[in-house]
């Protein structure tokens, strides 16, 4: 059972940074895509960063320059490192896994596995 949980949120003012964690049960030894999303109150659910099996890497342009998405495998561990974090980034932020190979995605539709999220907060 593929079980995903995130850590890391909290309240920064704008500028600041803030790393989230996300531990994966994943099943062993089958390939995943992995992403972050985030919602805010009264909007959709938004595609933020996404890394491959081959931990090639895409992102929102909203957030391109400013968050690295990375994993650790050793740890199966998915990390979002946020930088000059902005108001608007504030969100619930979710992790999300899909048993693929090569290829990711930033569309919600396309991941089957979700974390419940950890709520951050960024004020001016």
């Known amino acids: 059972q593929v079980q995903l949980r995130e850590s890391g949120g909290g309240s920064v003012q704008a500028g600041g940074s803030l790393r989230l964690s996300c531990a994966a049960s994943l099943i062993t030894d089958t390939p995943y895509s992995m992403g972050w999303f985030r919602q805010a109150p009264g909007k959709e659910r938004e595609g933020v960063a996404a890394?491959?099996?081959?931990?090639?890497?895409t992102y929102a342009r909203s957030v391109k320059g400013r968050f690295t998405i990375s994993k650790d495998n050793a740890k199966n561990t998915l990390y979002l490192q946020m930088n000059s974090l902005k108001p608007e980034d504030t969100a619930m932020y979710y992790c999300?896994?899909?048993?693929?190979?090569?290829?990711?995605?930033?569309?919600?539709?396309?991941?089957?596995?979700w974390g419940q999220g950890t709520q951050v907060t960024v004020s001016s």
């Open positions: 999300a896994a899909e048993n693929t190979m090569h290829t990711m995605s930033l569309e919600r539709s396309w991941y089957t596995h």
């Open positions: 890394i491959d099996s081959d931990d090639r890497t």
